[in-house]
């Protein structure tokens, strides 16, 4: 009561003669209203531009980490592009140029006769060409015991070159041993004459297109 009655005894004209309480209250309270008029007006700016910088951070982080994710990817792509290359360069050097494919029909020849077996038909076939690969068909009729047709198979899948056996058709003969009539497939790859010729020859057609 006696704080309140000094309040009211208070002159606002002369607040060097107040009381310490009431000076330390009053100071408090124009510390507070200062404090809070600058948070209102002068720090709300700085405030908005904190909030700013913020949103500004993380979005550069997000950047980052979108990138760096991307630089990993980028290197596991190389990697996997090298390997893709080095894989299709394996497989290239398992298919013989055009010079090599009468090399390449002796062997199964070859294959064939160093089993004991016998030829009743070898006809090579016309190729045909996808991409920059030419597919020869062979037409085999062969003769012989069960061992050494599976043998014969087992020989072509070991050429170093590629040579596949295809619609298989085994079948008995009048003298006990067996017919067995197949495909033979092996692939080339075009030399550059015959890339550059399918080249051109592509040429006339596209030009057709594009006056359609």
């Known amino acids: 009561m006696n704080f ?4 009211k005894n208070v002159d606002p004209k002369t607040p060097g003669s107040w009381p310490w309480l009431i000076k330390i209250a009053a100071f408090l309270v124009m510390f507070v209203a ?3 008029t600058g948070a209102l007006f002068d720090w709300q700016g700085q405030w908005e531009s904190l909030k700013s910088a913020r949103q ?4 550069l982080r997000e950047t980052y980490l979108t990138k760096k994710r991307s630089a990993i990817n980028l290197d596991i792509i190389k990697k996997q592009l090298i390997d893709t290359q080095q894989s299709f ?3 290239l050097k398992q298919l013989p140029s055009k010079s090599e494919m009468d090399a390449l029909l002796t062997d199964i020849n070859q294959a064939g006769l160093g089993r004991g077996l016998q030829f009743e038909l070898f006809r090579p076939g016309a190729e045909s060409v996808t991409g920059v690969f030419a597919e020869q068909p062979i037409t085999l009729k062969i003769s012989g015991n069960y061992d050494d ?3 014969f198979a087992s020989d072509i899948s070991q050429l ?4 596949t056996l295809n619609n298989i058709s085994v079948v008995p003969s009048a003298n006990s041993a067996l017919i067995m009539d197949a495909t033979a497939k092996t692939y080339r790859y075009l030399d550059e004459e015959e890339l550059a010729a399918q080249r051109r020859a592509s040429k006339p057609s596209a030009k057709k297109g594009a006056k359609k």
């Open 4 to 7: 309140i009655e000094e309040i």
């Open 34 to 36: 200062v404090v809070t």
């Open 56 to 59: 500004q951070e993380e979005k």
């Open 89 to 91: 360069g394996a497989l």
């Open 149 to 151: 047709l599976g043998k």
């Open 160 to 163: 170093p070159r590629i040579v």
